[in-house]
Structures are given as structure tokens and as C-alpha cells.
């Protein structure tokens, strides 16, 4: 059997035991407000109050790092070709990957209010990196702590 | 010929389409939402018109509360590995701001929920 017969067969099989699988998809995720709307409030004299009422209610609010309110508003347009692949591992279930994962990219602005609720600043872009530069980060309870308080409290 | 009538055949024997529909939480009423007072109505108010919110964000002494409804709609076809995908998520969402005293606010909201719809992935946004 030569080179290119067992290649073939091997990308034959894995093509028809639903290993790979080639998908073009469009991702619609929710309806982002125009640029220019969001561009046009102006910083140090915008009310959040006015913001949402121009342009509804955001995707997200978070607490700003300096105190102050982020509003996000945004969506997701995409077409894309992708490829998956799958790897049965016997009985404890599969691996897999693809390369066309959209989920995460989901962008937008964000505006960001000082504790007077008045615009401070506007910034576009991807909104998980936004909100690691803009939203506060509240500490997380640590388990033992949790069990140490559920501990405390019971009867 | 004889080939062409076999790929024909063997197309429409491991091809198939699909849809489907997903949706979570309750849709929002606008009659409800309209209902509450901008300062006026309370936090306890609301709770009663609107039921438990999805989300509630501290914002320093305030606080905010989301309320959403989302579809998503998902329609394609495969032929063999060949996949075309639509996908297409909205929702009608409603936030609303309370301040130190728990008094409302500000009200967004926003209904597009039932704008989603099915297509293949190369028709036009609407």
C-alpha cells in the first residue's frame, strides 16, 4: 500500500466517524447600539440617567475600580469557517477542540461614570478585556472560610 | 452520469437540517416594567411587580438589579462534515438602578428578544 492510499484511507476515516467535522457559521448575539450614539455622549457633563434612556438597557453594569458605575453595551456579528476535531478516549468521554470559538469575542463599548453618575470616559473594544481594565474585583471567599462561617452559624 | 447519480443519492442520504430553540427566564411584561415610579417606587415595590431579579450588582451604597428574557435560535444543515450554522441570540433585558435609600432610580430596558429568527448564515441581518 502506498503513502498517498493510507493517508487517503486515514483522512477518509476520520472525515466519515464524525472525528472532523467543517462548519461555516454566523453568530448573532444581541444588538449593539451604533458607534457614533455612543460616541456622541459627552464626558464630565453626561448623566448616566441620559445614557440610558438614548440607549436602553446595557449588556452588563459593573462597580468601576474608582467607585463609580460601568455601563457595557454591546454584540456579536460573526461568519466564520471552522474545523473540529474530536478524539474518542474510551469510556470516560472525548477530547476536542476548534479554532472558530466565538464566544468569548463579544465587543463593544463600555462607559464609565465617576460616584456623581456623570460620564467619565467611552472605550471600545472586546468587553472581557474592558471589564478586567475598568470593573472593580471584589474579593472571593475562600472555602475554608465559607466552612468556617457555615460552621459559626449553625445550630 | 452514473457518478454524478451516485453523489447525488449518497448527498441526500447523510444530509440533514435541523432547528432549534432555547430560551431562559420568563418574558418580561411591558406593562409591569411601566408600572414603577422613577423615584418613587422601592426595591421591595419592584420585588412585588417583578418577581426575583436574575442579577443584583452592588455599585458602592447602590445597587442594580437586571431582569432578562433570552431566545436563541439555531437553524443549519449538514452533508456529511460539511456544516452550515445560523445562530442567532437576543433578549429583552430591563435594569434598574436603585440609590442608598433603595429608591428607583433609573429604568433601561431594552426588548429584542423577538427579533430572533432563523436563517442560514449567509442571509442578511435584518
Known amino acids: 500500500m502506498s503513502c498517498s492510499t493510507t493517508a487517503s484511507a486515514a483522512l477518509a476515516w476520520a472525515l466519515l466517524s464524525g472525528c472532523v467535522a467543517v462548519a461555516y457559521r454566523r453568530e448573532i448575539r ?3 447600539p451604533e458607534p ?3 460616541e456622541a455622549f459627552e464626558p464630565g457633563a453626561t448623566h448616566l440617567g441620559a445614557v440610558i434612556d438614548a440607549l436602553g438597557a446595557p449588556l452588563y453594569v459593573w462597580e468601576g475600580a474608582a467607585g463609580g458605575v460601568v455601563l457595557a453595551y454591546g454584540g456579536l456579528r460573526t461568519r466564520e469557517w471552522g474545523v473540529e ?5 474510551g469510556d470516560q468521554g472525548s477530547a476536542s477542540f ?3 470559538d466565538a464566544a468569548a469575542r463579544t465587543r463593544g463599548h463600555v462607559l464609565v461614570f465617576d460616584p456623581e ?6 472605550r471600545a473594544g ?5 471589564r478586567q481594565e475598568f470593573a472593580r474585583r471584589r474579593p472571593a471567599a475562600l472555602e475554608e472560610d465559607v466552612a468556617e462561617a457555615a460552621g459559626r452559624g449553625g445550630p | 452520469m452514473r457518478l454524478l447519480l451516485a453523489a447525488t443519492v449518497l448527498a441526500s442520504l447523510t444530509s440533514s437540517c435541523f432547528i432549534s430553540r432555547e430560551s431562559s427566564n420568563e418574558p418580561l411584561v411591558k406593562a409591569r416594567i411601566d408600572a414603577l415610579v422613577v423615584g418613587t417606587s422601592t426595591a421591595s415595590d419592584v420585588a412585588r411587580e417583578l418577581g426575583a431579579p436574575t442579577e443584583v450588582v452592588q455599585l458602592g451604597r447602590r445597587s442594580a438589579w437586571r431582569y432578562d428574557f433570552t431566545t436563541s435560535k439555531r437553524a443549519g444543515f449538514t452533508i456529511i462534515v460539511l ?3 445560523n445562530t442567532d441570540q437576543r ?3 430591563c435594569w434598574l438602578f436603585f440609590d442608598e435609600a433603595d429608591v428607583l432610580r433609573h429604568v433601561g430596558t431594552t426588548l429584542e428578544a423577538g427579533r430572533a429568527r432563523y436563517a442560514m448564515p449567509w442571509q442578511e441581518d435584518e
Open chain 1, 126 to 130: 472586546n468587553l472581557a478585556d474592558l
Open chain 1, 30 to 32: 444581541e444588538v449593539p
Open chain 2, 83 to 85: 456544516t452550515f450554522l
Open chain 1, 98 to 100: 476548534a479554532y472558530d
Open chain 1, 36 to 38: 457614533a450614539r455612543v
Open chain 1, 85 to 89: 476535531v474530536s478524539i474518542p478516549l
Open chain 1, 117 to 122: 453618575l456623570r460620564l467619565a470616559l467611552v
Open chain 2, 91 to 93: 433578549s429583552d433585558r
